[in-house]
């Protein structure tokens, strides 16, 4: 099994870790429903996807 002969630096670790950051998804709001929704997916709220209903809704 291969050990690393010195510690590695502050700063390598620091650029290592650079890209580790979380993003905030970006929504766009549904032209059906006027609701938040994640893009390229349909619309948890009214089920439309592209101008057409892609996901039955139950009415409540």
């Not at 006027?34 to 619309?43: F, S, V």
Request: glycine share 6%.
């Amino acid at each position: 099994m291969a050990l690393p002969k010195r510690r590695h630096s502050n700063s390598r670790t620091g650029k290592r870790r650079a890209h580790d950051a979380l993003t905030i998804p970006g929504y766009i709001v549904c032209p059906n429903c006027h609701e938040m929704k994640l893009p390229h997916r349909a619309c948890p709220n009214c089920g439309y996807y592209r101008g057409r209903q892609v996901v039955k809704k139950e009415a409540e």
